[in-house]
């Protein structure tokens, strides 16, 4: 896992092999990493999960923010196994109380991610779960929203990095998790 | 049918599960008093419990496929789908899914929204679980059904954390069964300062 290169868990081949790449998606020139094709599989999909779940099972986590929509699917299980909060950051509008928002750009367009007041505290230790990482303005955008409230953002998790774009730097210092590179 | 009218007539996970879910009045527009899940998933016992009910309910009914609706549905359905052995398949919004789709049109109050599924996804002979947190209408859910019956599943049954009290009894929704924990919160004080 990570940038390190230790020895490669075998798990995480067979998570590999099952994320489809669609060319042209959303626009032209973009190699779409898809992970649905993971979820299709129980196995993978369960890998996937315990890799991580095994990763920050023992960071006393208190909290694990998941980046609408598909860090919703991955990060409420990681939650559940390791006994911490969900916290969903959404797209402007969608979340009902009382709410903080961050802009970002995207890789391609503008976007704002929005989080409830009072879900998370000071003093709360964070985990950020998104599917892919690509320019980590998004994942920036997280790490800014839990800041603000005054939690400490331990690490982020994704299961796709694309190096190339150098997200990696955007995340003000905090380490980044990753299962699978795309070059 | 809700959980009450089925064994669980008594269980205080359902008083955990409602008592933490938060109601704000008139969102997203006047006269909706809100179901807020997310206070919810800020408490991993009672979270917990939403999904151990599930799992409980679907472990041997030979689920091969969970459907989830975008985007409450995704954090419902996976944790369900991991615990008995289905794969997850995400409902989505219109052009948010790669590769070919098929799609489905439903009504809205004013005017009307699509729901897509990967052709993909579904496989022959699928026994199929559609999620989501909140059943009103029911029209989002049909919208699943028909998603799922055109590329082939059998739809097993329809599950929601929260759903108005008309889901009672044998209701059904295009001859599905519907499978409910909670009705909805009302507003008062208390739920003010939650």
Do not use: W
Request: negative net charge; glycine residues 8%.
């Amino acid at each position: 896992m990570s940038g390190n290169k230790e020895e490669e868990d075998p798990r995480i081949n067979g998570i590999k092999t099952k994320i489809r790449v669609v060319p042209d998606f959303p626009k032209k020139g973009i190699m779409f990493q898809d992970i649905t094709t993971v979820l299709l599989d129980p196995k993978a999909f369960k890998d996937t999960i315990d890799l991580f779940v095994e990763r920050y099972r023992d960071k006393n986590i208190s909290v694990v923010a998941g980046i609408e929509a598909r860090g919703f699917i991955f990060g409420p299980p990681i939650a559940l196994a390791i006994g911490a909060k969900f916290v969903p950051l959404r797209k402007p509008k969608k979340l009902p109380g009382e709410t903080i928002f961050e802009e970002y750009e995207l890789e391609y367009g503008n976007d704002r991610l929005e989080m409830h007041i009072g879900a998370v505290e000071a003093g709360d230790r964070a985990l950020v779960v998104d599917d892919l990482i690509a320019t980590g303005g998004t994942l920036c955008a997280a790490i800014n929203l839990l800041e603000r409230v005054g939690a400490e953002v331990v690490e982020c998790a994704c299961v796709i990095e694309l190096p190339d774009l150098k997200g990696r730097q955007r995340l003000k210092g905090k380490p980044l998790c990753m299962l699978v590179e795309y070059r | 049918m809700f959980a009450v009218e089925n064994g669980l007539q008594g269980d205080p996970r359902l008083k955990a599960i409602s008592d933490a879910i938060r109601v704000i009045p008139h969102f997203p527009k006047t006269g909706i008093m809100f179901q807020d899940i997310t206070t919810l998933l800020l408490d991993p016992v009672a979270f917990k419990h939403v999904v151990d009910i599930f799992v409980d309910r679907y472990k041997h009914m030979n689920i091969s496929l969970v459907a989830g609706v975008e985007a409450r549905g995704f954090i419902f359905g996976p944790p369900i789908a991991l615990a008995i052995g289905a794969k997850f398949v995400p409902l989505r919004k219109p052009g948010k899914l790669p590769g070919r789709v098929i799609s489905e049109e439903y009504e809205l109050e004013y005017g009307s929204d699509r729901l897509e599924m990967s052709v993909e996804a579904v496989k022959s002979d699928e026994r199929a679980l559609i999620i989501d947190d909140l059943v009103a209408t029911g029209g989002t859910l049909s919208a699943s059904i028909n998603l799922l019956e055109r590329a082939g599943a059998e739809v097993v049954e329809c599950a929601c954390v929260v759903g108005l009290p008309k889901f009672k009894g044998q209701c059904k929704l295009k001859g599905k069964p519907l499978y409910v924990l909670v009705e909805p919160r009302e507003f008062d004080d208390i739920t003010l300062y939650n």
